[in-house]
C-alpha cells in the first residue's frame, strides 16, 4: 500500500471514520458547498465554519489576514497552517477543549495545551490562568513556528498578541475566543499584529466562536495538508493562479 493510500485509511473528512459516517459527512459537505464557493482555500476555510456553526451566513464572518511565502492575499494562513502540518509542527491550544477537538489522525504534529502551565505567575500577577499559560509557553520558545489555536480566551488572545508584539512568531493563528468580554476585541487585537508582523491569522468578526470552531478551522489545515500530501492539492498557488488553474480542470472536464 502506498503512503498516498495510507493517509486515505488513516484520515477522514470531519472525523468519520464508518462508510455509513462518511456518507453523511459527505452529503452535509455538499449542501454547505451549495451556500458558500469552493474555488480557493479560504473557501475551505469558510465552508467549515459554516458546517461547524451550522449557519450559512457564517462564512461572511470569517477573516483571513497576514502574509506568508507567495503575498498576503486571504489564502495565505491556510497555506501557511497546511505547511505547517506538513513540517509537524507543534499545534497549541489554549484549553482542553480545544485540544480534545483536534484530530489526531492524518498528521504527525504533536498536540499540546497551554492550560495547566504558568500557575505561578498567575497568582502572583493575578492575570487569568489561560493568559499565564501562554506567557509561560512562550518563554520556553513554543509558540515560534507552531500552529496557535485559540478557542475559548480572549485574554490567551491578548497574551498570544502580545508576544507576536516582542517577536514570537507562530506559523498560523487560528484564534475564535468566544463570549461577551473582550471576545471580539481580543479577535481584533490578533488582526492587527497578523496584519502589523505579517502572521497569517484565521479569526471571525462577533461575539459567536468556541472551542468546536477553532478546532474545525485547525482541523481544515490538517485536510488541506492531507490532499497536498495525497496529490490532491497543489498548495503553492495565490488565488488568481488557483482560478486560472480552475479554469482549465473545467475546461478539460467539458472538452
Not at 41 to 66: N, Y
Not at 104 to 112: A, I, N, P, Q, T
Given at each position: 500500500m502506498s503512503d498516498s493510500q495510507e493517509f486515505e485509511e488513516e484520515y477522514a473528512d470531519l472525523g468519520a471514520t464508518t462508510q455509513n459516517a462518511m456518507d453523511i459527512a459527505e452529503t452535509s459537505m455538499d449542501i454547505v458547498r451549495q451556500?458558500?464557493?469552493?474555488?480557493?482555500?479560504?473557501?475551505?476555510?469558510?465552508?467549515?465554519?459554516?458546517?461547524?456553526?451550522?449557519?450559512?451566513?457564517?462564512?461572511?464572518?470569517?477573516?483571513?489576514?497576514?502574509?506568508?511565502?507567495?503575498?498576503?492575499?486571504?489564502?495565505?494562513?491556510?497555506?501557511?497552517?497546511?505547511?505547517?502540518?506538513?513540517?509537524?509542527?507543534?499545534?497549541?491550544?489554549?484549553?482542553?477543549?480545544?485540544?480534545?477537538?483536534?484530530?489526531?489522525?492524518?498528521?504527525?504534529?504533536?498536540?499540546?495545551?497551554?492550560?495547566?502551565?504558568?500557575?505561578?505567575?498567575?497568582?502572583?500577577?493575578?492575570?487569568?490562568?489561560?493568559?499565564?499559560?501562554?506567557?509561560?509557553?512562550?518563554?520556553?520558545?513554543?509558540?515560534?513556528?507552531?500552529?496557535?489555536?485559540?478557542?475559548n480566551a480572549p485574554t490567551a488572545a491578548f497574551a498570544l498578541a502580545d508576544c507576536i508584539e516582542d517577536g514570537t512568531r507562530p506559523a498560523a493563528i487560528v484564534a475564535t475566543p468566544v463570549g461577551f468580554v473582550k471576545a471580539e476585541e481580543s479577535r481584533q487585537r490578533i488582526r492587527e499584529v497578523s496584519e502589523a508582523y505579517d502572521v497569517p491569522a484565521i479569526t471571525n468578526v462577533g461575539r459567536r466562536g468556541g472551542s468546536g470552531l477553532a478546532a474545525a478551522l485547525t482541523n481544515e489545515l490538517i485536510h488541506v495538508a492531507k490532499d497536498v500530501r495525497t496529490g490532491k492539492l497543489e498548495l503553492e498557488l495565490t488565488p488568481d493562479e488557483r482560478a486560472v488553474q480552475n479554469a482549465g480542470d473545467e475546461d478539460g472536464e467539458n472538452a
Open positions: 451556500f458558500v464557493p469552493d474555488e480557493t482555500l479560504a473557501d475551505r476555510v469558510r465552508q467549515k465554519s459554516v458546517h461547524s456553526m451550522g449557519d450559512i451566513e457564517f462564512q461572511h464572518l470569517i477573516e483571513c489576514t497576514g502574509r506568508d511565502e507567495l503575498g498576503d492575499d486571504e489564502d495565505a494562513p491556510v497555506r501557511a497552517g497546511a505547511r505547517a502540518v506538513l513540517a509537524e509542527a507543534t499545534i497549541v491550544t489554549d484549553i482542553t477543549m480545544s485540544k480534545a477537538g483536534i484530530t489526531g489522525r492524518g498528521h504527525d504534529c504533536e498536540k499540546r495545551k497551554a492550560i495547566g502551565n504558568g500557575a505561578e505567575l498567575a497568582k502572583k500577577t493575578g492575570m487569568t490562568r489561560t493568559a499565564a499559560s501562554v506567557l509561560e509557553l512562550d518563554k520556553q520558545g513554543v509558540y515560534d513556528g507552531a500552529i496557535a489555536t485559540i478557542g
